[in-house]
Nanobody
Framework: QVQLVETGGGLVQAGGSLRLSCAAS????????MGWFRQAPGKEREFVAG????????NYADSVKGRFTISRDNAKNTMYLQMNSLKPEDTAAYYC?????????????????WGQGTQVTVSS
């Protein structure tokens, strides 16, 4: 049974940093694309960043480019999201997801496995 567990969320002041982790178990995901999504209260879930199995391809939402960095360690079956210069508008529940495919895509429905989410709250 595949399980994704996100950790690293919390409360931080604007301008601060957090590092999210997503640990996968039940199956090894070394070729599949992985991604981070977020959902703020009253809003739809949106793509934040995605990474290919080889880490060669990394895509970011315009709203986080230059501030967030996605990475993965296939030996640990873990993905990360380094978030710097956080803004109040980054406040959301953050979810990691895995595709059954190798291309990085932004469409939520293309991702087969999801974590439970971790809350990030940025105070002004």
């Amino acid at each position: 049974q595949v399980q994704l567990v996100e950790t690293g969320g919390g409360l931080v002041q604007a301008g601060g940093s957090l590092r999210l982790s997503c640990a996968a178990s039940g199956r090894t995901f070394s070729r599949e694309a992985m991604g981070w999504f977020r959902q703020a209260p009253g809003k739809e879930r949106e793509f934040v960043a995605g990474i290919s199995g080889s880490s060669v391809t990394k895509n970011y939402a315009d709203s986080v480019k230059g501030r967030f960095t996605i990475s993965r360690d296939n030996a640990k079956n873990t993905m990360y999201l380094q978030m710097n210069s956080l803004k109040p508008e980054d406040t959301a529940a953050y979810y990691c997801a895995v595709r059954v495919g190798i291309r990085v895509v932004t469409t939520m429905t293309e991702y087969a496995y999801w974590g439970q989410g971790t809350q990030v709250t940025v105070s002004s």
